[in-house]
């Protein structure tokens, strides 16, 4: 094995990193993984709190995920999409099994953006229409066409990107442009949607796409009656639904997919993250019967070299058995709870924090300025992140891997954590958000 020094040297000078400043990265050098922990090079132990990117659900290196694909890999690594493998059926079988009622069949892809521009093609071929109503908080995937539906800043650099987007306003009861300062939710950011599907023109509109909950863009929850209303819209002016679950997905939220907290079914539900915890990359689109019947007698123009691949597939089935066999999406709820409970005691000691709000294992802490003006601690989307860089690298050095964007730190360990683990990591955050409310008073 190379040293760690070695290591460093040759991905700062060889790797271009993803989403940084490339002078600015921070390098550690991981070497293992286990649970709810990953190592690097000098035995130092991580907690991750945020399971990497929001899909390490299971935890690290579990022994039936790593067997499923090492047989897998003995008896065929790689079949083109072309062809039926077992893995692949399997997994669309035990997919749409617990999917929202249905949802059926699926095209595998190679990970969540994929899978949104799929979903993007199905709705604009189905209906004949070309626009798509999507969220100004949103990440829907980083290739072009998913990246122009997302409403958030990493679609700027971009632009214009792909027409035919247009955005609506978040059920965001914090800072909601309609009832943020008002006792109740008044739902008014549905008939916020409607009033723009009258000026875009309901028969120009293909789909109405959103997260199941929001993630990377704040764990934004909606109000009970959001999604059962937007559905009503949808059928209301002959729209598709489309939920991407690909972070909100596989018991994040102590239900299979968030959708399922409403009751309701969309047309289109994209996935990824979850569906392997990252074990090997695959995500996918599943469609209803409706539209799975649409596609049966003509051609689809769409695929990928890697759809459906014999090892992610492998690794798909064997996640699926971990998270029934040890109950995850049950234990997601359950120990939500605890960790709602944990982090609003965060809320008690720290002005800083202006507000905390979460579902099952999936929460946000918000950081403001001042908790009347809800003035954010970091400028949403400003050049740079300033202090909330500052305390996510104090974690590091206590051992704590959380993630967060501006103002938001997001909280979505493992569905394994144990609750000792998770007391320990919210007690490196009491520690650390000391430097947020110093922040705040400067
Ligand atoms: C809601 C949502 N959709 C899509 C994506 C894109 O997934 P991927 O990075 O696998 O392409 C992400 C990634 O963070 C996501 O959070």
Redesign the pocket.
């Known amino acids: 094995m190379l040293d760690a020094a070695t290591v460093e040297r040759e991905t700062r000078e060889y790797v271009l990193v993803p989403w940084s400043t490339q002078s600015q990265v921070r390098h550690i050098p991981v070497t293992h993984a286990r649970g709810c922990w990953f190592y690097d090079a000098n035995g130092k132990a991580y907690l991750d709190f945020s399971a990497q990117?929001i899909n390490v659900n299971i935890g690290y290196q579990h022994p039936k995920v790593v067997a499923a694909i090492k047989e897998q890999a003995e008896r065929l690594c790689y079949i083109g999409p072309t062809f039926d493998h077992e893995t692949r059926s399997t997994l669309a079988r035990m997919i749409a099994e617990v999917a929202p009622p249905g949802l059926k069949k699926t095209m595998f892809t190679t990970?969540?953006?994929?899978a949104?521009e799929n979903a993007i093609k199905i709705a604009r071929m189905y209906t004949g229409r070309q626009k798509i109503i999507s969220r100004f908080r949103s990440?829907?995937?980083?290739t072009y066409g998913?990246m122009s539906v997302g409403g958030d800043s990493r679609r700027w650099p971009w632009e214009p990107g792909v027409p035919g987007v247009v955005r609506v306003f978040d059920p965001y009861r914090y800072r909601c442009p309609f009832c943020s300062r008002a006792a109740e939710c008044t739902l008014q950011c549905v008939s916020h949607i409607e009033e723009v599907i009258w000026y875009e023109g309901p028969d120009q509109i293909a789909a109405i796409m959103l997260?199941g909950v929001t993630?990377?863009n704040g764990v934004i929850v909606p109000p009970p009656r959001y999604w059962p209303e937007v559905r009503r819209l949808c059928d209301k002016y002959g729209i598709l639904l489309i939920s991407?679950e690909?972070?909100s997905g596989f018991g994040r939220t102590g239900k299979w997919f968030a959708v399922q907290h409403w009751d309701v079914a969309p047309d289109i539900m994209t996935f990824?993250?979850g569906v392997t915890s990252g074990y090997v990359p695959l995500?996918g689109v599943i469609i209803s019967e409706k539209l799975a019947r649409f596609l049966d007698d003509r051609p689809f123009p769409s695929g990928l070299t890697y759809a459906g691949h014999p090892l992610a597939c492998a690794a798909g089935v064997a996640n699926m058995q971990v998270y029934k066999e040890e109950n995850l999406i049950e234990r997601a709820a359950t120990l939500g709870q605890t960790m709602g409970a944990l982090l609003k005691g965060l809320y008690e000691r720290h002005p800083s924090v202006g507000e905390v709000r979460g579902l099952g294992l999936f929460w946000a802490v918000e950081l403001v300025r001042d908790r009347g003006t809800r003035e954010p601690l970091v400028p949403w989307n400003a050049p740079s992140q300033g202090v909330l860089n500052d305390i996510r690298n104090a974690a590091l050095d206590r051992g704590l891997y959380v993630y967060g964007r501006w103002n938001i730190l997001i909280i979505a360990p493992p569905l394994t954590i144990t609750e000792e683990e998770l007391r320990l990591g919210v007690s490196i955050l009491d520690e650390v958000l000391e430097i947020a409310d110093r922040a705040a008073k400067a």
């Open positions: 990117l990970g969540g953006t994929e949104n990440y829907h995937g980083g998913s997260e993630g990377s991407d690909v972070m990824a993250k995500g």
